[in-house]
């Protein structure tokens, strides 16, 4: 096997024994100490001892494996001598060569049983210019700054490097002493040029100091971390042995016995127990400085806080739980009977009764909220509110797992451990503006906690143990009901709270309104009264809503001005009559009485249900000249638009029944409006008012100012039930309406609307469209045909 060089003319060639590397190489004028492991290889080394001790050592490729083949063998090595050659007792030798001079290895004369080869041997050539002694300079500064660096490198190398005469002499002592791949050190082995070579080296040597300077770099802040714990450690091992000395305890072991304590003094289940003290003893191994020291802590923290046992007394004297709810709150006969009817049975059951989940659904400002802090008064419980409005994250009610940064539990165990009783009056308002996106959906993870199957166990992500939340009485409130999931809607008794009549709104005004506004404003009773009359007035003419919040405001507008003439030490009036009300609260915003002024053509009174409570609105008709076209205008919802058409339909069919001319609806346009263009407007209850007033148009008779009405129709002209009916009639009582007529079926609806509303206004009940025009339509007869009157 040959590996064929172009040889230069006149070479200086020679035959010696071969040793192949790959993991070392030799450079000239440099000793070095290798480990000979193949015996064909320490053969070679043998041979050369034998002879004038002179080598070839050449550097392979393929160095990943033991086998080699010639053609693997690099063109350019070292002619070395060999000083020494040690056996070792595991077969392998230690041999020390001295390196001569480059060689070019020309060809293998012999594989087996040693390796020999012929070779060219080079002579380096003499180089020494301004710019080459520049080089030297730099070459010897980075290797300083290097051996500087370097853990590996001692400054006898640098001395040496320093007596380097030659740049290819310093070159391979440098290249000898860096830390380099072994291809990188064969490339710059094959440089033969000394400028050249020189040149690589100073590259290489850069790139290392480079490297070295970011090592070290890492390695100081790394140092520095790791003497801080150090020292942090030491020191407190020593202030430990001190405090044992003088009988003290440091605050790390004072806080552990407080925290063993307090898991001892709550009083919480085994397993909730056994969690904790199984990370109190994680925490008595954990360093102070060390992150998880807070993280556990804190976890610690919440379970010994939480209440496990502690509980309130009910009040169960049922007496004195009603005169508290009728302080309180006026009205609302409903909750009030449902909340003394658990109390009974509690008392009865002897605490055996599962709490139940309450739902209160009303307009805004009707006393949801404030009757859930009057509920827990009577029963003598903690009272508690969590605003679930706008919540999107499902990690608000089930907490984030301790694995996350800043982790805390959820809303629910936050509350629990403010209110300190297992037993609280927990009220999660605005359940109905609940939301859900990516983050995961509240309202679900809300069916655990409104479950009194499931939420003796409640799951909580952060605390990892169950908590048991059956003795808490939840009370939800919501303006609307449709926005509930229907699974969490099932898991909760729905009780309605309607609108307030006009008494009920003077007696709340009288009794808590008044009082409370005055208080807040620092005025005394004698100094400001309200007449009935002007508290009549304000309802009528400044507000128009179900509850009470803008009444209150109205009152307040008017107690600020007083209390500002009384701080002047002007004269002040004592007394608010409904005459003095402009120059207190301005122009009414409200017109009173009846929705329209007098009788109209083509203009009928309707109602709707509102998240406000209820309100009146006007239905126009107006017939134009056209080509049959229907026109609805007033921001109508698919659902009314289709009741508009409906109507359209019925009074076609009756069109030769009242007398109509032939080809009438071809020849006009009909125009259906609903005025406040800017409220969306929806539902089939206005049937019945888009028929009065088309007919009106139609046959010319004009609808009766003083009635109302409401109803689905059908195309045979049925009147069908609605909802909302006490809302609707609520609104049509504050309009001054005096005839409200309703779908027959919505008869058993009344026994919901207060005595003083049923005895101002008279109820027809129809289940036909003709029933519904004999008493809107101002046309002789009864008013009751086809009706009932009640």
């Known amino acids: 096997m040959t590996i064929q060089v172009e040889a230069k003319a006149n070479p200086k060639v020679v035959e010696l024994p071969l040793l192949p590397r790959r993991d070392s190489l030799v450079y000239p004028r440099l000793m070095t100490q290798m480990l000979v492991v193949r015996p064909a290889f320490q053969r070679a080394v043998e041979e050369a001892i034998a002879g004038d001790r002179r080598i070839l050592v050449v550097g392979r490729g393929n160095i990943g494996s033991r086998d080699f083949d010639v053609s693997d063998l690099s063109s350019i090595g070292t002619l070395a001598m060999v000083g020494r050659m040690l056996k070792l007792p595991d077969g392998a030798a230690t041999v020390w060569l001295q390196g001569e001079t480059r060689i070019r290895l020309l060809e293998v004369t012999q594989t087996e049983p040693w390796y020999r080869a012929r070779a060219e041997i080079l002579e380096e050539p003499e180089a020494d210019s301004l710019q080459i002694q520049a080089t030297m300079r730099s070459v010897l500064a980075l290797f300083e700054k290097c051996v500087q660096l370097s853990p590996n490198l001692t400054w006898d190398v640098y001395v040496a490097a320093m007596n380097a005469t030659t740049p290819g002499w310093l070159a391979d002592m440098v290249c000898s002493s860096l830390n380099l791949e072994l291809e990188t050190r064969q490339k710059l082995m094959e440089v033969l040029d000394p400028e050249e070579r020189l040149n690589a080296v100073n590259h290489e040597l850069a790139r290392e100091v480079e490297l070295l300077e970011l090592q070290n770099q890492i390695d100081s802040q790394v140092r520095e971390t790791l003497d801080k714990s150090q020292r942090e450690y030491v020191l407190r091992e020593q202030l430990r042995a001190i405090q044992k000395e003088l009988s003290e305890v440091d605050p790390q072991s004072q806080d552990i016995e407080n925290l063993k304590k307090k898991i001892e003094a709550s009083g919480m289940p085994e397993d909730a127990a056994k969690k904790a003290n ?347 000249k056209g080509k049959g076209n229907l026109l609805l205008t007033g921001q109508l919802g698919d659902v009314m638009k289709e009741s508009a058409q409906a109507a359209v339909s019925y009074c076609r069919s009756k069109s030769e029944a009242w007398g109509l001319k032939d080809g009438l609806f071809g020849r006009q346009d009909i125009h259906i409006h609903l005025p406040a263009g800017a409220t969306p407007k929806d539902g089939p209850s206005a049937g019945a008012a888009l028929t009065t007033a088309l007919a009106s148009a139609l046959t010319r008779q004009p609808v009766r100012k003083e009635v109302a009405m409401t109803g689905e129709i059908t195309l045979r002209g049925k009147v069908l039930p609605v909802g909302g009916v006490k809302e609707k009639v609520l609104a049509a009582h504050r309009a001054g309406i005096k005839v409200f007529v309703l779908p027959e079926e919505n008869r058993k609806d009344a026994a919901d609307i207060p005595l003083k509303v049923r005895r101002d206004i008279q109820f027809v009940y129809v289940k036909e469209m003709d029933s519904v025009l004999q008493v809107a339509l101002r046309q002789p007869g009864s008013l009751k045909t086809k009706g009932e009157a009640a």
Request: include cysteine.
């Open 278 to 624: 199984e990370e109190l003893l994680r925490l008595e191994h954990i360093p102070p400085a060390s992150p998880e020291n807070p993280v556990i802590r804190g976890y610690l923290e919440w379970l010994s806080e939480l209440p496990w046992t502690t509980r309130t007394e009910d009040n169960l004297d049922i007496a004195q739980a009603a005169r508290l709810l009728d302080e309180h709150h006026y009205g609302l006969k409903k909750v009030k009977e449902r909340i003394l009817e658990y109390l009974a049975v509690r008392k009865l059951s002897q605490g055996k009764l599962r709490s139940p989940i309450l739902c209160f659904v009303g307009a805004p400002g009707v006393g949801k909220t404030s009757l859930g802090r009057s509920i827990a008064e009577a029963m003598g419980r903690k009272f508690i509110r969590v605003s679930l409005g706008g919540i999107r994250d499902e990690a608000e009610i089930r907490g984030h797992r301790r694995t996350y940064v800043g982790a805390l539990p959820g809303r629910v165990i936050q509350t629990m451990r403010r209110a300190g009783t297992i037993n609280p009056v927990l009220v999660l308002d605005e359940i109905d503006k609940v939301g859900a996106d990516y983050r995961g959906d509240p309202s679900s993870a809300l069916l655990e906690v409104l479950d009194p199957e499931q939420n003796h166990s409640f799951s909580d992500h952060y605390l990892e143990v169950p908590y048991n939340l059956s003795q808490v009485l939840f009370i939800t409130t919501a303006n609307l009901l449709d926005p509930i999931l229907p699974a969490l809607h099932d898991r909760m008794e729905v009780i309605e709270l309607p609108g307030y009549t006009e008494e009920e709104k003077l007696e709340i005004a009288r009794r808590f309104l008044v009082p409370k506004q005055l208080e807040e404003h620092g005025l005394k009773p004698e100094q400001l009264r309200f007449s009935s009359g002007a508290l009549r007035r304000i309802v009528r003419e400044y507000t128009r809503e179900a509850g009470v919040r803008s009444m209150e405001r109205e009152i307040g507008s008017i107690c600020r001005k007083v209390a500002r003439r009384v701080a002047e030490g002007k004269e002040a009036p004592a007394t608010v009559l409904p005459q003095s009300l402009p120059k207190h609260l301005g122009a009414p915003r409200f017109a009173w009485g009846t929705a329209e002024e007098q009788d109209e053509i083509g203009v009928a009174t309707g109602v709707a249900y509102t998240p406000a409570g209820g309100d009146v609105l006007s239905v126009e008709v107006a017939l134009l």
